[in-house]
């Protein structure tokens, strides 16, 4: 819901608390706005009091002089002088927003029906932080949607520079800007003395303004004595006692409103000029249309502009223009490439950062301990790690941290088998085709060659990769089919592709219900497909030191959700399969191994260590935790980022097995994890973390995702209603699609059917021009080749989930 107009400057009045005189400045600003001939529209969201007392009513009055200039308005006007929330109880009779999201629309409403040019002044109630109609929230949290500039009023009270800073930096910390400040004057507390180079220092324009008379004599003497104060101040002068007009504050609104214009449309061309993209080809995207600035985000949604191409802006009425919003909100379909799951500018996230960043900064971490880093790695070893991990290693991100993970299955593999410490060795790694672990060297060596890596020198893929088979709903029907180029042989019950196989399943439950699922055919038909190419790589002199696992989905490698017993098949060989890595092939081992696998200790790694590379896919990105409760397994050592700070801040946890770790203990340094990181558990990062893991902790006790899981009736779920997944397969364009947790994935009929194809692309182009929901939104995501994929986050609301369901459909249709 975010508002910027070419030449409609939009201003909201916060108070530093009650009695300061925000509702007296607030109109010495609309009257000097309008002495110069502007039209200035007031607006009052929430008063409470009499009437005839209100804000509204003080500010009509005195504006009297310019009535054909001035409009004023209040929302929800309630009769006890009272905080608002109280004062809405004490008053059933009166009309009461249903939410606090309702008041917020409100006034975008009001500010849309302004006219296209001039001034609009939002006065908020009481103080920064005074309730809002709806606790917990208050005003500055409510209102941050809207994100509209503010004008602080400053206490000029004895106390009021405390009270003044405390409500700046609350604003700061929401992500307001903060426009101008004002002071009445007092020439016995003297706070502008402070508080003038204070803010002056900070860029941010201070005015002292004049005092207005006390009260003394009639309502009528009073009364005229305020409008000769007032016919004084909305200009430039000083009064002999101290204090000027708010005629320059007035200014200097226009210009910051005129520069913050001129810089967003600015800024697609600038960027062109000036920065270097990732994963952007920059032949493609070099028009200043294909730029979206993104002006701040809240919750699900960017505030984001998009210059028009260069004939539609000049084909456009000019009173057209005048009218739209530079900004509009777009949800954040990518998730901002995966991060995102507790909302952008989260209130209770963006404070753990701060209380972290003002306790620790950065600090070292080697042979120290602060209480965010050993807090987090307990309650990791705790959740995802409970009954397998002993250690958390810490990174910069899941890049990195698969680098991590690498370097401690190859030595614990090395250290067993013999290989320790070759330089230059050749030693690979079991993984799955469509994997993808990052950009760093030894992230792309795990992976075989794709788009992502092929054009890179050092590139070196070490490994072999099994083509996994893949779970789409097709038809409506839930579907597990192989893909090229593994040879599949027939299986019993599955009808021939060209790929190989295909299997039909009751219900995606049935696909997910492992228990049953591990004693059939197929169980079996998997375990010796894997082993025979083990044993026959193995006999080729391959030699491999670690499995690593995308759990459930391969992301960034085309969003294919990997049929689960594949995977825990894959497992369950490799952990038998020591004889194989050992160099000594023998059958009857491996058959006792594969049989003793029930009753192994999961701190013992079997096989090679098992590494499952949870960046994208844990911590209920997909409605689970750890996809240790879907494939019936724990890992060795698995990876953690993205979610692990809900999207704020780049952090990554390593964790590891007692016996991967004891792979390194000696009494030699030369023998331990010679791997760290500048920012190596960065307190900031812990800190909010922790915070993100204990809400959502707090979202599985609240039992916020209930209404979610009951629509699918099954232990995997989706925020995508499962009518909508199985309506939305069963499209004429589409060849499958699937959804689980906050995920929804949609592949495409086309010919060129990889990262290459740009089919996607046009469906994305196509439902970001929709404008759907209320408030209105479009959507922003990106493609995966002929891959169209939308993320909620973990708290998006439902009406949000079910317009963009809606559009997806008229879209396919």
């Known amino acids: 819901m975010p508002m910027l107009f070419p030449n409609l400057r939009v201003h909201q009045v916060f108070g530093a608390n009650t009695d300061v005189g925000k509702t007296l400045l607030t109109t010495a600003l609309i009257r000097s706005a309008a002495s110069r001939g502007t039209r200035v529209s007031y607006l009052k969201p929430v008063s409470t009091g009499p009437e005839a007392d209100s804000d509204e009513a003080f500010v009509r009055r005195h504006t009297a002089p310019y009535a054909d200039l001035v409009h004023t308005r209040c929302l929800y006007q309630y009769r006890e002088p009272m905080s608002p929330h109280l004062a809405a109880q004490l008053a059933p009779d009166l009309p009461f927003p249903a939410s606090n999201d309702v008041l917020v629309r409100g006034v975008q409403d009001y500010i849309r029906s302004a006219t296209p040019e001039g001034h609009v002044f939002v006065e908020t109630a009481g103080g920064v932080h005074s309730p809002a109609l709806h606790p917990p929230h208050t005003q500055a949290s409510s209102l941050r949607a809207l994100r509209l500039p503010a004008v602080l009023v400053a206490s000029p009270h004895l106390g009021g520079i405390s009270t003044t800073l405390a409500s700046y930096e609350s604003l700061l910390l929401r992500g307001y800007d903060v426009a101008a400040v004002l002071c009445l004057h007092d020439s016995y507390y003297r706070n502008d003395d402070f508080l003038r180079p204070y803010f002056e220092e900070r860029g941010i324009g201070f005015w002292d303004i004049a005092r207005p008379p006390d009260r003394r004599g009639s309502v009528a003497e009073d009364a005229v004595r305020l409008g000769e104060w007032y016919a004084h101040v909305e200009g430039e002068g000083r009064q002999e006692d101290g204090g000027g007009g708010v005629g320059p ?45 993104i002006d701040s985000a809240h919750g699900d949604h960017f505030d984001a502009y998009y210059a028009k191409p260069a004939g539609e802006a000049d084909s456009q009425p000019k009173e057209e223009a005048a009218r739209e919003s530079l900004l509009e909100p777009y949800f954040d379909g990518a998730a901002s490439w995966f991060t995102q799951s507790h909302g952008h500018a989260s209130e209770p996230l963006t404070l753990a950062a701060a209380a972290a960043a003002g306790r620790y900064g950065h600090v070292l971490f080697p ?20 009954g397998w991990a002993a250690r958390v290693f810490y990174s910069d991100n899941g890049s990195t941290g698969i680098e991590v993970a690498l370097k401690m299955a190859l030595r614990a593999s090395g250290r067993r088998y013999g290989w320790e410490g070759e330089i230059g060795g050749d030693v690979g790694v079991i993984g799955l085709r469509g994997g993808y672990h990052g950009d760093t060297i030894g992230a792309m060596d795990a992976t075989p060659a794709s788009t992502f890596n092929t054009a890179v020198d050092w590139y070196k893929g070490r490994g072999h990769w099994f083509s996994p088979p893949a779970v789409l709903v097709q038809d409506g029907v839930a579907t597990v089919s192989t893909t090229a180029p593994d040879a599949w042989a027939p299986v019993p019950g599955a009808n021939p592709t060209t790929d190989g196989w295909a299997m039909s399943f009751p219900s995606l439950a049935d696909v997910y219900d492992l228990q049953t699922r591990r004693t059939s055919p197929l169980a079996t038909y998997y375990r010796q497909h894997v082993r025979e190419t083990l044993e026959r790589l193995a006999a080729e002199g391959r030699q491999f030191g670690a499995l690593v696992l995308e759990p459930t989905c391969l992301g960034a490698g085309g969003m294919v959700f990997v049929d689960p017993l594949f995977q825990a098949c894959l497992v369950d060989v490799v952990r038998a399969s020591a004889d194989l890595f050992a160099g000594q092939p023998d059958g009857e081992a491996y058959n006792a191994a594969l049989a003793g696998l029930g009753e192994r200790d999961p701190s013992e790694w079997q096989g090679v260590p098992v590494i499952y590379d949870e960046v994208f896919s844990g911590l209920h990105r997909f409605g689970y935790h750890s996809a240790a409760s879907v494939l019936g397994t724990t890992p060795d050592i ?31 340094k030369v023998d331990a994890l010679l791997h760290g990181h500048s920012y190596t558990a960065n307190p900031i990062g812990c800190a909010v973390a922790l915070k993100a893991l204990g809400m959502i902790g707090d979202a599985e006790r609240d039992g916020t995702w209930a209404a979610p899981r009951q629509d699918w009736g099954a232990a995997r779920w989706s925020f995508w209603r499962k009518a909508f997944l199985d309506e939305v397969s069963c499209a004429r364009p589409v060849k499958g699609a699937m959804a689980m947790g906050t995920v929804l994935a949609i592949e495409l009929q086309d010919s060129e059917a990889d990262y290459a194809s740009h089919v996607a692309q046009g469906f994305l182009d196509r439902l970001r021009g929709q404008q759907l929901g209320d408030p209105a939104f479009r959507v922003h995501s990106r493609p995966l080749g002929n891959v169209v994929y939308v993320m909620t986050s973990l708290f998006t609301p439902p009406e949000t989930v079910r317009a963009m369901e809606a559009a997806i459909v008229r879209e396919l249709k």
Request: glycine share 6%; charged share 25%; no cysteine.
């Open 249 to 293: 504050a007035v200014r200097h609104l226009e210009d910051t409103h005129a520069r913050r214009v001129e810089e967003i449309r600015g800024m697609p061309r600038r960027t062109l000029d000036s920065v270097w993209w990732p994963f952007t080809q920059h032949g493609l995207v070099n028009r200043e249309e294909q730029v979206m600035v």
């Open 367 to 386: 042979s120290g301990t602060h209480a965010p880093a050993l807090e987090l790695a307990e309650k990791l070893r705790d959740t995802v790690g409970d």
């Open 638 to 668: 698995s990876v953690y980022a993205k979610i692990l700070t809900g999207g704020l801040l780049p952090l990554s946890a390593t964790l590891a097995s007692q016996s991967v770790f004891a792979a390194f203990l000696s009494n030699r």
